[in-house]
């Protein structure tokens, strides 16, 4: 059983919006992240919140456009607006017990990843 599960990608154009969400079927830790995976580059952590909400964290390149959330029924969501070209990317929910980070060390389980591809 895959514990983490992504859906919601897809292509859209600069300045659109999508939203991904990450079903989690067991219980998989205390922190919870989006990486991004561009071509040419390692994944990299750009949205982490905490099991309870009350961390919350964006990388620079998302912050004010990308919104990280997790309802009561164990699934994380990212609202991704104003999408640009640099965003395009397979994109893979994490999950951790070990601390509040971006660091894809720190995160054991993972999703298989739903692609994003943002283009005119």
């Known amino acids: 059983q895959v514990p983490l599960v992504e859906s919601g990608g897809g292509s859209v154009q600069p300045g659109g919006s999508l939203r991904l969400s990450c079903e989690i079927s067991v219980d998989t830790g205390n922190y919870l992240a989006w990486f991004r995976r561009t071509p040419g580059d390692e994944r990299r952590g750009i949205a982490l919140?905490?099991?309870?909400?009350?961390?919350i964290h964006y990388d620079t390149s998302v912050k004010g456009r990308f919104s990280i959330s997790l309802d009561s029924h164990d699934t994380l969501y990212l609202q991704m607006n104003s999408l640009k070209v640099e965003d395009t990317g397979m994109y893979y929910c994490a999950a951790g017990s070990r601390r509040f980070s971006i660091d894809s060390d720190d995160y054991p389980s993972w999703g298989r990843g739903t692609q994003v591809t943002v283009s005119s």
């Open positions: 919140i905490s099991s309870g909400g009350s961390h």
